[in-house]
């Protein structure tokens, strides 16, 4: 089932090296476990054995991020080409989470201190607390979304 009128939409974005058109139907294209960096793969697998569907929604689902200025304000440090404002019917959202719990899960795994707290918080779509971040960073990861525009740097 495709992205359609009569459902509720959400707007959102994403930054990306792929060349998407406006009207295309984007689904997942698989884990991206193998791409990610070393450091960041404990706090990955944290995120993925905390409960049994976890580990399906982090490998099967498109990233996206809520805030438009967030993923304005980030894309030229992301390092991608470009930017997709997409939508996405509310039914097709899987989960909505904090990156800043990505963060601290990580943080707290390199220094050799407990992270259960920080993974409970992403699930629990709650933001981060913390000194260290001004502003939450709000990931929602979706099964499928419709590509609205696309922005070139």
């Not at 009207?23 to 793969?41: I, S, V, Y």
């Not at 995120?47 to 982090?58: G, N």
């Not at 990156?99 to 920080?118: M, Q, R, S």
Request: glycine content about 8%.
């Amino acid at each position: 089932m495709g992205v359609s009128g009569g459902a509720e939409q959400v707007r959102v974005f994403r930054q990306d090296d792929r060349d998407f058109q406006p009207g295309e139907l984007l689904r997942p294209w698989g884990d991206h476990f193998a791409t990610l960096a070393d450091e960041n793969r404990g706090a990955e697998d944290a995120l993925r054995t905390y409960e049994a569907s976890s580990s399906e929604v982090r490998s099967n689902s498109i990233y996206t991020w809520r805030d438009r200025a967030f993923a304005e304000r980030t894309w030229p440090i992301s390092g991608k080409t470009y930017l997709y404002e997409l939508e996405v019917e509310e039914c097709r959202v899987r989960h909505v989470g904090d990156v800043n719990c990505f963060t601290a899960i990580k943080a707290a795994i390199a220094a050799g201190e407990p992270f259960e707290d920080h993974v409970a918080c992403y699930w629990s779509g709650g933001a981060q607390p913390g000194e260290d971040w001004t502003e939450p960073r709000i990931e929602v990861l979706v099964c499928e979304a419709k590509v609205i525009a696309r922005f070139e740097l």
